[in-house]
């Protein structure tokens, strides 16, 4: 049962962070035609600007989970690389109880009132809609990229649970490896 879910939650993760890539690629291509644009011609378009920052910001929000899912993430890693699987298991499982979860949960907690300002003013009752910075020319997608923070919570929170899981059942005696990686098809 265990098993499958930390399946599904990988499934998930590996899923969101192949498509979230091509924000990558997206990315590289818009900063090449906004250079073109600015050195060539002259020109600015503040929306093609903005859409770095969304796409920048879409890149590590759902790509973080991707990269857990990867043991590919940052750390400091003096001991962790070379110690035994089970201390390894350990530091994991009380890593993912202790700091990631505790901080996804306080992210998704303290950006609550931050996303949904960004779509409804609850003194005026209207839908608002934020912009980037509030002109006419700006993008009008603030509002959707201030909830993807709540995927990322999400997505970081099912990615402590997958990794500790997998921790567990080392340490139980479930699973005779130990791997915080994916496991290949």
């Not at 990315?27 to 060539?40: A, E």
């Not at 990615?159 to 994916?182: C, E, V």
């Amino acid at each position: 049962m265990i098993k499958r879910i930390i399946e599904k939650i990988d499934q998930l993760n590996f899923a969101i962070g192949e498509k979230s890539i091509w924000f990558v690629l997206a990315m590289i291509v818009l900063q090449f035609i906004i250079v073109i644009l600015s050195k060539l011609f002259g020109i600015s378009f503040i929306p093609l600007d903005e859409s770095i920052w969304y796409f920048n910001g879409l890149i590590f929000m759902l790509g973080g989970a991707y990269t857990l899912l990867y043991d590919a993430h940052v750390r400091v890693d003096l001991i962790y690389r070379e110690a035994s699987d089970r201390y390894k298991a350990i530091i994991d499982l009380l890593g993912s109880f202790v700091f990631l979860l505790p901080v996804m949960f306080m992210t998704f907690g303290l950006s609550w009132g931050f996303v949904l300002d960004s779509w409804y003013n609850f003194s005026t009752n209207e839908w608002i809609f934020e912009r980037a910075d509030g002109s006419p020319t700006s993008l009008p997608l603030l509002s959707p990229f201030k909830t993807v923070i709540w995927g990322y919570a999400l997505l970081m929170a099912l990615a402590a649970l997958s990794l500790a899981g997998k921790a567990w059942a080392y340490l139980s005696g479930q699973s005779q490896t130990y791997s915080p990686k994916i496991k290949s098809e």
